[in-house]
């Protein structure tokens, strides 16, 4: 298990952490999306123990990870840029990884650059983005540590390529003691592989939880009540995060069980209402309007 305690980072005037306290729980695909800024990158840097805290602390297994080799040797950190080696081929960077890392399975990861088809002998240079992408994957898995921290790494991968790797991580955690960690901007991607996600935003989690009680905890209404007085009674018996209205359709977005929600919403007498699930995409945007973030401070 990974806990954050009270960790704060700051670089001159950039509170990039501010005071985060969270547990990551093993065996888990932990998802981690923000805000652009919001410190992502500077967290797993922390986790990784590639960066020192200011203050706080991080624990792997109840161990800190600072300047700790036995814990680091168990932590795989994969860049949202893979560094590579100038001249280096695909074997060169396979006998450093596993120089480093001392679980490294060799086997596992020729038979995989042949399925993904990454030349060995080919100067990792003259690769494409994505083929950089999926050869810092395959290294990262190979690896074989317990925790792999994923910044970014799914962007520029195709989807043929992005279900492989998926399929390889579950595969890999049936197999062994395995929980990756994903940052990501693909909401819909995260939708798909993780078990809990967190939100960051400003340096803070917003929230940090399953990503299906954070599914039952808030919801979208629609509804139309003819009786204006019922809908405001609604409205004010309601934990509203974001309201809309369109003629005489109102649309809630509500902090609540669903059919709770749904139960309040028929008590005035409404002529049509139905509750709605929100994708992660319409959670992380209602969270972060909450938090001041909102798109018109964009486009008005």
């Given at each position: 298990m990974i806990e954050l305690k009270n960790l704060d980072k700051t670089f001159r005037h950039i509170h990039a952490v501010d005071h985060v306290t969270a547990q990551i729980q093993s065996g888990m695909v932990f998802g981690l999306v923000g805000s652009n800024g919001?410190?992502?990158s500077t967290l797993m840097r922390l986790i990784s123990g590639i960066?020192?805290?200011d203050s706080g602390e991080v624990l792997v297994d109840e161990q800190p990870v600072y300047e700790n080799g036995?814990?680091?040797s168990e932590i795989c950190f994969l860049s949202d840029s893979p560094y590579f080696f100038?001249?280096?081929d695909t074997i060169r960077m396979r006998e450093y990884y596993a120089m480093c890392y001392p679980n490294f399975d060799r086997r596992l990861f020729d038979s995989l650059i042949k399925k993904f088809r990454l030349e060995p002998n080919r100067k990792i240079s003259t690769f494409s983005k994505g083929m950089k992408k999926q050869l810092s994957l395959l290294l990262g898995l190979?690896?074989?540590t317990r925790y792999l921290l994923c910044d970014e790494t799914f962007d520029g991968l195709d989807p043929v390529v992005r279900q492989a790797v998926k399929?390889?991580?579950a595969s890999e955690m049936m197999k062994r003691d395995f929980t990756p960690v994903i940052s990501s901007h693909n909401l819909r991607e995260l939708e798909d592989i993780c078990d809990s996600v967190g939100l960051l935003h400003k340096g803070k989690f917003l929230l940090t939880r399953d990503l299906d009680q954070i599914k039952c905890?808030?919801?979208k209404l629609q509804c139309v009540i003819p009786d204006r007085s019922r809908e405001q009674q609604l409205i004010r018996s309601l934990h509203i995060l974001k309201l809309e209205r369109s003629g005489s359709l109102l649309t809630l977005t509500v902090r609540g069980d669903r059919g709770e929600v749904l139960r309040t919403a028929e008590a005035s007498e409404p002529l049509f209402a139905e509750v709605?699930?929100?994708t992660l995409e319409e959670i992380f945007i209602s969270e972060t309007e909450v938090a001041g973030y909102d798109i018109k401070d964009f486009i008005y």
């Amino acid at each position: 298990m990974i806990e954050l305690k009270n960790l704060d980072k700051t670089f001159r005037h950039i509170h990039a952490v501010d005071h985060v306290t969270a547990q990551i729980q093993s065996g888990m695909v932990f998802g981690l999306v923000g805000s652009n800024g919001a410190g992502k990158s500077t967290l797993m840097r922390l986790i990784s123990g590639i960066l020192r805290p200011d203050s706080g602390e991080v624990l792997v297994d109840e161990q800190p990870v600072y300047e700790n080799g036995p814990v680091k040797s168990e932590i795989c950190f994969l860049s949202d840029s893979p560094y590579f080696f100038s001249t280096a081929d695909t074997i060169r960077m396979r006998e450093y990884y596993a120089m480093c890392y001392p679980n490294f399975d060799r086997r596992l990861f020729d038979s995989l650059i042949k399925k993904f088809r990454l030349e060995p002998n080919r100067k990792i240079s003259t690769f494409s983005k994505g083929m950089k992408k999926q050869l810092s994957l395959l290294l990262g898995l190979c690896s074989q540590t317990r925790y792999l921290l994923c910044d970014e790494t799914f962007d520029g991968l195709d989807p043929v390529v992005r279900q492989a790797v998926k399929s390889l991580f579950a595969s890999e955690m049936m197999k062994r003691d395995f929980t990756p960690v994903i940052s990501s901007h693909n909401l819909r991607e995260l939708e798909d592989i993780c078990d809990s996600v967190g939100l960051l935003h400003k340096g803070k989690f917003l929230l940090t939880r399953d990503l299906d009680q954070i599914k039952c905890t808030i919801c979208k209404l629609q509804c139309v009540i003819p009786d204006r007085s019922r809908e405001q009674q609604l409205i004010r018996s309601l934990h509203i995060l974001k309201l809309e209205r369109s003629g005489s359709l109102l649309t809630l977005t509500v902090r609540g069980d669903r059919g709770e929600v749904l139960r309040t919403a028929e008590a005035s007498e409404p002529l049509f209402a139905e509750v709605l699930p929100l994708t992660l995409e319409e959670i992380f945007i209602s969270e972060t309007e909450v938090a001041g973030y909102d798109i018109k401070d964009f486009i008005y």
